[in-house]
């Protein structure tokens, strides 16, 4: 039988709540194979085995599975009987499906340790049938097809190419979480670290138009789509900036306008996550990598909020943070032109806001009576309707 063979990474240090993280993985998986490519996804000692489909398609289960955390590697195999026979044809025909293959090599692990052959004594016995059959040469060092035996309480698995997964947690392992996001390089790359660490992860994003049905269609909507990929229920916030604008125009020096908002975002992220049942933050900042993210003014924004704050790029270069970027698919998006909040902020910023400082401007803004008046616009996009009045105070 053809079938998919999963190995989780770090879900096999876990003790007695394994379980737990097996059923998160397996449902995640679930969800994106059955019933097209794969009859069912069983978790069997320490690893999930999918019966496939007879019409499945190997690129669709490929492009699927490397949207989903938890997985350290997978292989396409077969399911066959332990016998020593039977096991021997199992790898004779791997081999002949390897016709570019001069060398190679038989790997066996015994997960059911009563299995009467050794480890070492069954790559010998197996490894002499594919030569003889194949006239293929072992070579222990230095091999262009490995064969893997996996010997089971019940069945083998026969398998010969492994592919790398994201690792990581599995989806919704690690609880919820809220993002501030403003659609540049950094925000999507640390809602997507979150997320490949087990958290369901949803977006908030204040932005500069007159209604919150101008945003659906713009680069953010465009990120929100590529993350869902990862996250499939993950909503994106929309919030509009003009009311604090408003007020900060009148109360709030130039130089002091983006530690102010950023301290007003996390204080509206933090009074929504609290509505939304959200038990975290999340942002974008790298220390130092521009004004705002100096030390004192990370200080002066993050001070007093009841929530924790996670800041998964904080110790990361840009360059690594481009590259990630690339390879989640969130880059080219970041890229296209937009015009968000905070590029209608002063181009020079105070580099180091005391919290005192911070927090008296806050004061003579009135953020606490703002908050409410300007969460009762937010809005939720799920990726294909927008529910707008989403709070209500």
């Known amino acids: 039988m053809d079938v998919l063979l999963i190995h989780y990474s770090e879900i096999g240090t876990k003790g007695a709540n394994r379980g737990f993280f ?11 194979l059955v019933p097209r490519d794969a009859v069912s996804v069983n978790v069997d000692q320490v690893r999930l085995v999918a019966p496939l489909t007879e019409d499945h398609d190997k690129a669709r289960i490929l492009e699927a599975l490397q949207q989903v955390f938890g997985i350290a590697w997978h292989a396409f195999g077969k399911k066959v009987d332990r016998d020593e026979a039977t096991l021997k044809e199992a790898c004779v025909n791997a081999a002949r499906e390897a016709p570019g293959a001069t060398t190679f090599k038989v790997f066996v692990k015994r997960v059911d340790k009563r299995y ?12 002499a049938a594919v030569a003889s059959a194949t006239g293929l040469t072992v070579d222990l060092d230095d091999h262009d097809l490995a064969i893997h035996v996996e010997i089971l309480d019940d069945k083998a698995l026969v398998f010969t190419e492994k592919t790398q997964g994201l690792r990581g947690m599995p989806h919704g392992s690690s609880g919820r979480m809220l993002c501030l996001f403003s659609g540049g390089i950094d925000s999507p790359v640390a809602a997507w670290s979150m997320m490949k660490r087990g958290a369901s992860v949803d977006l908030l994003h204040f932005h500069p138009y007159a209604t919150n049905a101008e945003v659906i269609g713009t680069k ?23 009311r604090y604008q408003a007020a900060a125009a009148l109360k709030i020096p130039p130089a002091y306008e ?32 521009v004004a705002s993210q100096t030390l004192e003014n990370l200080a002066a924004a993050l001070v007093g909020l009841d929530l924790p704050v996670f800041q998964p790029l904080i110790s990361m270069d840009k360059d690594d943070i481009v590259r990630l970027a690339q390879k989640i698919g969130t880059f080219d998006s970041s890229n296209k032109p937009y015009k968000d909040c905070c590029s209608l902020m002063s181009r020079r910023p105070k580099t180091r806001v005391s919290v005192e400082q911070c927090r008296a401007l806050e004061a003579e803004l009135g953020l606490t009576d703002l908050l409410p008046s300007t969460l009762a616009d937010a809005a939720a996009w799920n990726g294909e309707e927008l529910r707008e009045k989403v709070l209500t105070f």
């Not at 009467?116 to 490894?127: E, F, K, Q, V």
């Not at 102010?260 to 996550?273: D, I, N, S, T, Y």
């Open 22 to 32: 097996e059923r998160r993985l397996k449902e995640d998986v679930r969800k994106r």
């Open 116 to 127: 009467p052959i050794s480890s070492d004594a069954l790559c010998r016995s197996l490894g």
């Open 220 to 242: 953010i909507t465009d990120l929100h789509r590529t993350l869902r990929t990862f996250n499939p229920r993950s909503l994106l916030y929309l919030v509009p900036h003009h």
């Open 258 to 289: 983006t530690v102010v908002f950023r301290r007003f975002m996390l204080r509206a992220g933090e009074v929504l996550a609290g509505r939304q049942g959200l038990k975290a933050l999340v942002t974008g900042d790298a220390l130092g990598q």
